[in-house]
Each structure stands twice: as C-alpha cells, then as structure tokens.
C-alpha cells in the first residue's frame, strides 16, 4: 500500500532542488504516527505520504493521487466504487482546474494498519489544501459537514483555514474533518484559541504545559486546531507543531500520561535509527471530548537522512 501511495517516491528534493512534499520539513512525503489514548496504545500504525512528488507539473500529481486512492480503496473490507467516486468528487470540489491550483496546494493520502486486520486497511484519507480561490466557499456549498467551523474566528485573521480532509474506515463510516492554522506567530494565540474553542483548546493546552511545553512560549510552536465529524458528536483536536522545539521531551510525557507508555513513541524512533536515519518528532496531536476529556493523543515523526 505504501508503494502505491507514495508512488514508489520518497525523495526529499525534487529535480529542481525544492522540497518535493510540503507534507515535512525535510521535504520527504511521509510522515508516520502511534495513536491511543485513556492509559492504552491503540495497535495502529499511521502514515501519510504523496504521489509523483517528483514531477513538477501540478495536473499530473493531481491524477496520480487520484489513481493512488483508487488503486488503494479494494483494501478496505467495504471499499467499493462508490468510496473511490466519494474520493475523487472530493477532490473535484476543491480542485475542479487542477492546472489553477498553485505549487503551494498539497493534495496528501493518510492510511491506517490495524494489527486486527493486517490484510486490510483500518482506514484511508484524503487532505486537501485550501489555499485555492473560493476553496471554503465551495467546500461548504457542496459538502454541508463542514459548515460553521470554517468561518468561525476568520474574522480575528489570527486563523486560516488550511486543509480538509474525508476519511473512510474499515466499517465504512464517513469522517469530514477540517483544520485552521494559527495564522502567525502571534503572542495572542492561545488565549484567541481558548476564546474561540472554550474548554477543549484549554484543557489541550493546559496539558502541553503540565507536560513540559513552556507556558510564555506556547505562541512559538505551530498550531492546526481541527473538527471532526463522524456519525456521532464533533470532535475538537488541536495538533502542535515542533518549528524549532525539540518535541522528544514533551511527546514522550504526554505518552507516558495518555498511553500509559512512551513505547510507541520510542518505537518510531528505534525504527528510523535500523534504516540509518533520525527520527523528528513533528507534532503531537490531542483529541478532546466533553464526555471524555482528552481521549486521544497521536504522536507524528519524520525520517530524515544524513546526505554529506
């Protein structure tokens, strides 16, 4: 699956000498991530990587996407093509030109492994940049689950809408998700965060800082506050990005308190080291219920290579 989807390219640089995926810092389309939450590893490994990175004409990475999700669909238990045409509409609605959509846009692919099933897949995903013209307005016209938590704080211009995403798992369910970034790095963040998204933002925030993050310098670290929405009740998640910190620290106390373990975070780091490359911890994730609190906590890393 991960040949497919990646298209059997994880170079870090494109013929250019860019970076080849705006998905990591280093450049390399992929990212992997351990989940669980409530004292318990969840068994799921989670990656999300991008096809044809290596061709700059932006059309032609469109299409391969779109072959790579259908190609990757038969390995869902329901995967049908009705969840290939749910895919491709999706990215239709956003990239209806994909010849006007600038080198900035990403267009990613999120798979999940469920130790329960190894022969399939637990879930698969589409992210979509927002930064076409008329992206939210069409997203929201045309698939109503993402309506109001587009717009809510634009008007504070400290949040942008960035990416939306649709997500099928292995029972079939539909998940649309939306994600705001902290426009800049803005002393006021958190405290608009907290305004704006009440209890959750701070509870997630208030763990950051019990588990390390230093209080006064929260406003320094990248910010994607997102909403989920399923068959049941939204979800809040907030995901903090690294910029320059060293997340080693903080991710593996935040694991130690929501997975019982910093095994699962170690683990990805062990593993890079046996390909001969450096782990990066780019982000922790939390997701927030009202009924649970914070029931879920993801840990992302990227590989990267020593090239001198």
Avoid at 234 to 257: C, I, K, N, Q
Avoid at 280 to 308: C, H
Wanted: with cysteine.
């Amino acid at each position: 699956m991960m040949e497919l989807a990646c298209g059997g390219q994880l170079d870090a640089r494109r013929p250019d000498g860019r970076r080849a995926s705006l998905l990591t810092k280093s450049g390399i389309p992929f990212e992997v991530s351990v989940t669980g939450g409530r004292g318990k590893l969840t068994p799921v490994l989670r990656y999300t990587t991008e096809a044809a990175t290596q061709n700059m004409e932006i059309g032609t990475r469109a299409d391969a996407q779109l072959a790579a999700i259908g190609d990757l669909v038969r390995w869902l238990p329901k995967g049908d093509e009705t969840v290939v045409d749910l895919f491709r509409s999706f990215v239709a609605t956003l990239y209806p030109d994909p010849t006007k959509v600038s080198t900035g846009s990403a267009a990613w692919i999120g798979i999940a492994h469920d130790t329960a099933a190894p022969h399939h897949a637990a879930r698969l995903k589409m992210y979509c940049g927002l930064n076409v013209p008329g992206a939210v307005r069409q997203l929201c016209s045309t698939w109503p689950d993402f309506v109001g938590f587009a717009s809510a704080p634009v008007e504070e211009k400290l949040f942008k809408p960035t990416f939306a995403t649709i997500e099928v798992d292995a029972h079939g369910e539909v998940i649309h998700k939306l994600y705001l970034k902290a426009r800049y790095d803005d002393v006021a963040v958190p405290m608009k965060m907290v305004r704006y998204f009440g209890d959750p933002a701070w509870e997630v925030l208030s763990e950051l800082v019990r588990c390390g993050a230093d209080a006064a310098e929260l406003h320094r670290y990248d910010f994607f506050i997102s909403c989920a929405r399923g068959s049941g009740a939204p979800v809040f998640g907030l995901d903090v990005g690294a910029r320059e910190h060293d997340m080693t620290g903080l991710a593996r106390e935040l694991a130690s308190r929501h997975h019982g373990t910093p095994h699962a975070v170690d683990a990805l780091a062990q593993a890079a080291e046996s390909c001969g490359a450096t782990l990066r911890y780019s982000f922790v994730g939390m997701g927030f219920s009202a009924d649970q609190g914070i029931e879920k906590l993801k840990v992302y890393g990227a590989p990267t290579w020593n090239t001198d």
